[in-house]
């Protein structure tokens, strides 16, 4: 499959969604978090997951621009190692995989790659890549994710350990290696879940509600 750049507006109309919305941290926000992280080195940060997409069977957008801002974290030497977080939750495909062999696709060595793919909320993305995290010997740790989803998650995680930083993504500084950014192959059955059901249908709405609000956390997960 031939290689492709982006388009440049996918990247605007994220960046306008996000100052719009008062959900998510600003960008003066964004830029001061990042200020705060490019100071350190962290062992490893948390990436969570996102469907893929299986009809097209490439990455979306919101999948691509937090795999690149790993990558981006970690060639500018932030992260020493990324996890990805994400279980087969609303595709018959494990997320961190799929997450995973984009990243090494586009240049990130294996050997610093992990994967969490027990999760199913952005609490239990948080929750369960922390514990893995911590079993593994990684000492310093941080959440790296879109503006929206850092600020939803930002109580949680400071709950969780306050040790953990955030390093939301900054549209601004992720455009400028848009231009290099492709659309790699990957040989995504590998990530493929056997006898998948989807999480609506295995879970009401109530339960799935109190999963968003980490309140269907397995505590003894990897201890």
């Known amino acids: 499959m031939a290689t492709k750049t982006p388009k440049p507006k996918h990247f605007i109309y994220l960046l306008i969604a996000a100052t719009l919305s008062g959900c998510s941290f600003s960008k003066r926000t ?12 962290y062992d490893i940060i948390i990436v ?49 995989m799929i997450m995973a062999m984009y990243a ?30 911590k079993k593994a010997g990684f000492k310093t740790i941080a959440l790296a994710t879109d503006p929206f989803q850092s ?21 601004d500084t992720l455009r400028t290696v848009e231009p290099s950014m492709i659309n790699p192959s990957i040989e995504y059955k590998q990530a493929f879940k056997e006898d998948f059901i989807s999480l609506e249908k295995r879970e009401g709405f109530w339960k799935r509600t109190r999963g968003t609000f980490g309140k269907n956390i397995d505590k003894k997960a990897y201890d």
Not at 30 to 38: I, Q, R
């Open 151 to 171: 600020k939803q998650l930002h109580k949680f995680t400071r709950k969780l350990d306050p040790s953990i930083d955030l390093i939301p993504i900054v549209y």
């Open 30 to 41: 964004c830029v001061k978090y990042f200020d705060k992280a490019s100071t350190k080195t």
């Open 104 to 133: 090494e696709a586009i240049g990130i060595p294996k050997e610093n790659i992990f994967i969490e793919t027990k999760a199913e909320h952005s609490t239990e993305n948080v929750y369960y890549s922390y514990k893995k995290s």
């Open 48 to 96: 969570p997951g996102v469907p893929w997409n299986v009809d097209s069977l490439q990455w979306s957008t919101v999948m691509k621009i937090r795999v690149y801002w790993s990558k981006y974290l970690f060639d500018r030497g932030i992260a020493k190692n990324i996890m990805y977080s994400g279980g087969a939750v609303h595709t018959p495909y494990y997320e961190a």
